[in-house]
């Protein structure tokens, strides 16, 4: 926009300078001739140059949140929305450029051998990618395995886990059981011991009053003999 500020003018110029660039590598890399080599090396060339991109990108996008205006702001996020889409149009190309480099160059492969040109550093070079590769793939299924090891033995754990929680909880609801009936066993005794409590004051109670009748009785016969 005619008025962004310099940080912005000079971000967008450099991610347009990029994108140039990135088309250009793109371009060249389909129409790689080969070798392999040559190829892996124009590659690496695109990669940084998205790496570049990515980041000036990043930087429009943190400048376009910090506007004080709205519709800078949102403007700058249209831009920024914008190169993402060609960015993405760019990788699109590039996986496609890649795609049709190797099919050339496997097709060229295959014409010298048909044609008894191959020679011996071409045979070397390829051995060479061939045992890359497959050392590459060897690693990656060694980390896959390690990592399906590690997944195994935490689920293991995880198991031996749970059971012993759950072995915990069968141990502690028996121990409520037997509380429980504990608890009930006492609570029978008690109302027992407070009836049986009550019938032995009673049966005081009428002792009692029993041999006060007894001693008034006497002391009546003894002092009121004439009543």
């Known amino acids: 926009a005619a008025g962004a500020s310099v940080p912005v003018r000079v971000c967008h110029q450099e991610i347009v300078k990029f994108d140039l660039e990135i088309k250009a590598a793109v371009q060249d890399i389909r129409d790689c001739p080969g070798p392999l080599s040559a190829l892996t090396e124009l590659n690496a060339a695109v990669k940084e140059k998205f790496h570049h991109l990515r980041g000036r990108i990043q930087e429009?996008?943190?400048?376009?949140?910090?506007?004080?205006?709205?519709?800078?702001?949102?403007?700058?996020?249209?831009?920024?929305?914008?190169?993402?889409?060609?960015?993405?149009?760019?990788?699109?190309?590039?996986?496609?450029?890649?795609?049709?480099?190797k099919i050339a160059i496997d097709?060229?492969?295959?014409?010298?051998?048909?044609?008894?040109?191959?020679?011996?550093?071409?045979?070397?070079?390829?051995?060479?990618?061939?045992?890359?590769?497959?050392?590459?793939?060897?690693?990656?299924?060694?980390?896959?395995?390690?990592?399906?090891?590690?997944?195994?033995?935490?689920?293991?754990?995880?198991?031996?886990?749970?059971?012993?929680?759950?072995?915990?909880?069968?141990?502690?609801?028996?121990?409520?059981?037997?509380?429980?009936?504990?608890?009930?066993?006492?609570?029978?005794?008690?109302?027992?011991?407070?009836?049986?409590?009550?019938t032995d004051k009673l049966l005081i109670f009428l002792a009692l009053a029993l041999f006060l009748a007894t001693v008034l009785y006497i002391l009546k016969k003894r002092l009121f003999p004439f009543l």
């Open 60 to 101: 429009l996008e943190q400048m376009a949140k910090e506007q004080d205006k709205e519709s800078e702001k949102q403007a700058l996020l249209r831009e920024v929305e914008n190169h993402k889409k060609q960015m993405l149009s760019n990788q699109a190309a590039w996986r496609k450029a890649n795609l049709a480099c």
């Open 107 to 198: 097709n060229s492969e295959k014409d010298q051998l048909l044609h008894g040109r191959d020679s011996l550093r071409q045979r070397k070079t390829t051995k060479e990618s061939l045992a890359e590769s497959a050392s590459n793939i060897t690693e990656s299924l060694m980390g896959i395995s390690r990592m399906m090891s590690q997944q195994v033995q935490q689920s293991e754990e995880t198991v031996q886990t749970l059971a012993n929680s759950s072995r915990t909880i069968l141990e502690a609801n028996e121990e409520f059981k037997s509380m429980s009936g504990t608890i009930q066993l006492g609570r029978k005794l008690i109302t027992k011991y407070n009836r049986r409590e009550l």
